[in-house]
């Protein structure tokens, strides 16, 4: 996608060897003309597969599905919570996520009220790296007898194994920019 690009180039910077802030569009100030754009291209890939709900997780996901939602004809969207150590809940769907990121073992959970038997969900997120937090929400669909229907992630950072993962799940994973390298503080992005 030209115009993300383009953004990350202009406003966004790399940190170390491998995370790029966003910051300034994306996850913590948010332009919201842009995610439009991004919610438009994901109905655009996804459109044709009857989805009746968006799942996301907190926090930076939120944003993104919501606007994105509007393009599907304002499907619900839901956010499962992370929590900091597994707490046994019958009303939740929960599982463990470890991130390389932050190098430590998180719990998500979804209300049981919020995944059905025979839902057809879109999972969308900000960032892509090994893929453990989408196939953390993978895994809550399936418990609740769903069908995970894509996954679309606005930033894949392809020099990590996450859409390699993700897609040994069986599920389908397009990403509106995919960087393959930062060389000299520059993200890279792969040819489309
Ligand atoms: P994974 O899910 O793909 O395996 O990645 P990982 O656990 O390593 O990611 C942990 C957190 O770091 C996630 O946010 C993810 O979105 C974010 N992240 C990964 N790579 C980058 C990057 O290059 N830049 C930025 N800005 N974030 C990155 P989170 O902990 O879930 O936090 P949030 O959604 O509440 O912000
Ligand atoms: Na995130
Ligand atoms: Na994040």
């Not at 459109?47 to 907190?58: F, P, R, S, V, Y």
């Not at 004809?73 to 599982?95: G, I, L, M, Q, R």
């Not at 929400?137 to 194994?161: A, C, M, P, T, Y």
Request: proline share 2%; aromatic share 10%.
């Amino acid at each position: 996608m030209k115009i993300l690009e383009e953004r990350i180039l202009k406003d966004g910077y790399v940190l170390g060897k491998d995370i790029l802030k966003v910051d300034r569009f994306l996850n913590h100030q948010v332009d919201v003309a842009l995610l439009n754009e991004i919610g438009k291209a994901f109905y655009a890939y996804f459109k044709d597969h009857g989805i009746n709900k968006i799942l996301t997780i907190e926090a930076s996901g939120i944003a993104i599905a919501a606007i994105t939602a509007q393009y599907f004809d304002n499907v619900p969207v839901v956010f499962a919570k992370k929590f900091d150590s597994v707490n046994a809940d019958p009303d939740s769907y929960e599982t463990n996520v470890y991130s390389f990121t932050k190098n430590r073992d998180y719990s998500v959970r979804v209300s049981k009220k919020f995944i059905h038997q025979g839902d057809r969900v879109l999972i969308l997120d900000d960032f892509l790296a090994q893929g453990r937090a989408a196939a953390g929400l993978i895994d809550l669909v399936r418990q609740g007898g769903g069908e995970v229907h894509g996954v679309g992630i606005v930033i894949e950072k392809s020099f990590q194994d996450g859409k390699t993962y993700v897609s040994s799940l069986g599920v389908d994973v397009h990403s509106l920019a995919r960087i393959r390298a930062f060389i000299d503080g520059t993200p890279i992005f792969e040819e489309v």
